[in-house]
């Protein structure tokens, strides 16, 4: 029989010791992810700016560190019928750069045209640049990009799986940005999937919108695509092929607010939302696909329907969202809001996809944030907000075309909901603050 000297003893006792140690920090970890209380926040009492102030425009413009646009276009695409033929248009017509970051990026039909129109272009000599996220991602391989790398594209993987970023893997990038020489740029809720454009038996393609920018805003879109793309590949992006001078004829007010996490989880995100509606006068419209407003947002809604008389209307998955446990815990929070008057409507066609925030029918917010924690906490997000009249009016008309094609939940309803709708709802408090 072998016996253990004392150095092989002092060893494996060692190993047991850190293998206990990395254990109980990971399950320490876990447990400040799943309970942390989060961010209690309020905005300070407010002096009465009107939305359409100097005044307001400066504080919005200093509170998210964003630069004010004036000169910039904005079209809005609904659907993926309709903005994925003006992305590929827009890629087709490249000259000097491609920029493509998504944080879901799944093989299919869609991604095979886009694929083949990047490739294209990097044969033409474009600089050609995809940043994917590595967990939204996960079903994509690399050689799905086969093509597009011999003909001299680059693709990169943000935060993929490696030890020495395991402290920080639960940050994702959840940016859906396509910029085209620095001059044209898309943003909002949609990545490059099918299930964005095609039907699949009885599940109908997701509802969501993007919009085309062109003009000023555009190098603000473009630099933060560049901030990922550094984490991910450690280039920094430089030249007029990805920043020339553009400017478009258009008057408009434009932030482009990119948001990051931060220790404490006071993203500009966070601030951009928060400030917004807690300066709604009229009325507060939400499109959202994840519902789930922390004390503080919810807090501020029902302020904004008891001491203002805004009207606060949200439309939200119905039966066909994609994330069943995070609807059943949106549906555990309706009760405060629809005691304080909110409408809430059901999308009832399909996944509704959209990220979108009308205040006033003035201001309009479109991206890539979800009313959730992990968009205000947890992710890199992107997104535009406009002071723009036509914008606003555009978005309002999905508003109203989504609200017709959604139940309405009234409290009696929701308060009547059966034992087997709450059940779920314990489960997705635990893990609230991760969805």
């Known amino acids: 029989m072998h016996a253990i000297l004392p150095a092989e003893m002092t060893v494996s006792t060692g190993f047991v010791v850190i293998a206990t140690l990395a254990i109980l920090a990971q399950s320490l970890v876990l447990f400040v992810a799943l309970f942390d209380p989060g961010l209690r926040y309020r905005i300070s009492p407010a002096r009465g700016e009107s939305l359409d102030s100097p005044e307001f425009l400066y504080q919005l413009e200093a509170l998210t560190d964003a630069k004010l646009n004036r000169h910039t276009s904005l079209e809005v695409f609904t659907n993926g019928e309709s903005f994925y033929p003006a992305e590929l248009k827009a ?42 996220d590595a967990l939204g991602s996960l079903s994509t391989t690399d050689s799905f990009f086969r093509e597009l790398s011999q ?7 943000y935060n993929s799986a490696r030890w020495n970023r395991l402290p920080r893997y639960n940050n994702r990038t959840h940016r859906e940005i396509l910029v085209v020489d620095g001059e044209t740029a898309f943003v909002g809720g949609a990545g490059t999937a099918d299930h964005w454009l095609l039907d699949k038996g009885k ?96 807090d501020e809604l029902v ?28 549906r555990a929070a309706y009760g405060k809001l629809l005691q304080a008057g909110a409408r809430i409507y059901e999308y009832q066609p399909a996944m509704i996809h959209a990220k979108i925030l009308i205040i006033d029918g003035l201001w309009s917010v479109v991206g890539s944030t979800n009313f959730d924690n992990r968009s205000f906490g947890l992710n890199d997000e992107i997104n535009l907000a406009a002071f723009e009249r036509k914008l606003s009016e555009r978005l309002q008309q999905d508003f109203a075309a989504d609200v017709a094609a959604s139940r309405q939940i009234s409290y009696e309803r929701w308060r009547r909901r059966s034992v087997f709708e709450r059940a779920p709802e314990l489960v ?6 991760q969805q």
């Open 428 to 433: 997705g408090w635990v893990f609230e603050r």
């Open 303 to 330: 302020r904004a329907m008891r001491d203002r008389g805004v009207e606060v209307s949200i439309v939200v998955p119905g039966a066909h969202s994609d994330h069943q446990l995070t609807r059943s815990s949106s």
């Open 91 to 132: 890629i087709g017509a490249a000259r000097r750069s491609v920029n493509l970051e998504n944080y879901i990026f799944q093989s299919g039909e869609v991604a095979r045209q886009v694929v083949g129109a990047l490739t294209e272009r990097a044969r033409a000599g474009v600089r050609v640049n995809v940043v994917l």
């Open 203 to 298: 599940k109908r393609r997701w509802r969501d919108t993007m919009v085309r920018v062109q003009g000023d805003a555009v190098p603000n879109l473009q630099a933060s695509f560049a901030e990922n793309w550094l984490e991910a590949c450690g280039e920094i992006l430089s030249g007029p092929e990805y920043f020339p001078i553009c400017e478009a004829a258009a008057e408009s007010s434009v932030l482009v607010i990119n948001s990051t996490p931060s220790a404490g989880g006071s993203t500009r995100a966070r601030m951009l939302f928060q400030m917004l509606i807690a300066s709604a006068q009229r009325s507060i419209q939400i499109t959202t696909p994840y519902f789930l407003p922390d004390r503080s947002l919810r």
């Open 151 to 157: 003909a001299g594209g680059h693709v990169a993987w």
